[in-house]
């Protein structure tokens, strides 16, 4: 069973993946809800230090977005 649903490329939680993909936030809807947070609101990109931008990547990260 399992065998043919691979091979047909369907699968039961078809549906339910749909649904999930519905709920998850879009790319700039996480980079505003990061950016709003207290400790960046005031900041500017080219006044943070290593320690700051880091600790921004991490946020991000966190959150699923990543940079290559």
């Known amino acids: ?15 339910m993946a749909d649904d999930d993909e519905e ?12 950016v709003a947070m207290e400790q960046w609101k005031d900041k500017r990109a080219n006044k943070l ?8 990547l991490a946020e991000f990260n966190k959150r699923g ?3 290559a």
């Open 1 to 15: 069973m399992r065998t043919q649903r691979a091979l047909n490329n369907s699968n039961s939680n078809n549906n």
């Open 23 to 34: 709920k998850e936030k879009g790319a700039d809807e996480i980079i505003e809800e990061v």
């Open 49 to 56: 230090d290593l320690d700051d931008f880091l600790a921004l």
């Open 65 to 67: 977005v990543h940079f």
